[in-house]
């Protein structure tokens, strides 16, 4: 099949990475993939703020250099640049919008939705109402794309996660810390990690905490081990420092850190925030808590950290559902879905 993915734009964005991923796993299946990422202003923009960054910390990865097969800048998406039967992937509510100018008879349209867009939540709507094939990265997205359109999601489309990049890098007996990532956007709740920090400090006094980051550290969290932008190999480290991981965020499409701090040995706690409870069966291989709740998540995490009994128990649980989480079988449901929806198209 003729595969073209549409990206927001390239650099070190998640979506950026598991598009990357997908789309070297459909190249090795033998289909012929693209990936066509926007270059306005915006991207200018993000290109400036992303060398300035290398200069600053040595290292900023632009995911889309390890992709195997072609990509494209655009501005403005070019009929010529596409074939009548082409799958034409929109993985975000602008680049859907821009998939929808092209003519009718060109491509066969499809919205990958990989979480909720609030900031621009009409135009959102509007592309989830567009009469084009629709898959979730979650169940909780699925479910919510069709409450608000009264149209089907074909399917839900999770993502993977490598387990020869995320394992655990250093003895058991040396990990001793909690960590979490940290992101400014509302949908991460950077309140909360601030919050559930300073609560850890007196629960768990003399524990290492850590935080890394693609943004600039925040205040108000003293004594824990910082990192802006940690390369692959320093993300699996800080990982692997830890007994307990935690997520607060409010919305998650899908919630990638959950697998890789469980591949590294973690006992994950997560807010109940969408895609994480579709990883995370509660009390078996981790802890849910209702999102904003931090005094419970504090409670789950010490809990987690004192119990080595339960925590041991979680983690190898855990490390059941990573290798129901690999990115071929991820791509199975992608492929088996995208030939159903082609087959659907010629018939």
Known sequence: MKISFLLR????AGSVRS????????LARGHDVRI???DDLSGLW?????????VRYGFVNDWLLMFKGSSFPYNKLKADDF??????????TQTTLDMWDLPGEIGIK???????????RDPMLE???LPIYKLALSSCLAEMIESKTNQPVVGVVPNGVNTKEYFPAIPDAEREGVGSIFGWSKAKDPESIVEIMQMLRRRLPGVPRYLFSSGKKPKGIKGVHFKRLPSLKEARRIYSSCKVWFLSSIEEGFGNPVLEAMACGCAVVSTDCGGPGDIIEDGVNGFLVDIGNSGAMAHKIERLYKDDKLRNHMCANAIKTVESYSWPKAVDKLEGYLISIYDDEHH
């Open 9 to 12: 734009g390239r650099g070190v």
């Open 19 to 26: 598009t990357m991923r997908i789309g070297n796993e459909l």
């Open 36 to 38: 066509f990422y926007r």
């Open 46 to 54: 993000n290109r400036v703020r992303e060398f300035c960054l290398k």
């Open 83 to 92: 074939f009548s039967d082409e799958l034409i992937i929109a993985m975000c």
């Open 110 to 120: 499809i919205l990958h939705c990989r979480g909720t867009e609030p900031h621009i």
């Open 127 to 129: 592309t989830w109402r």
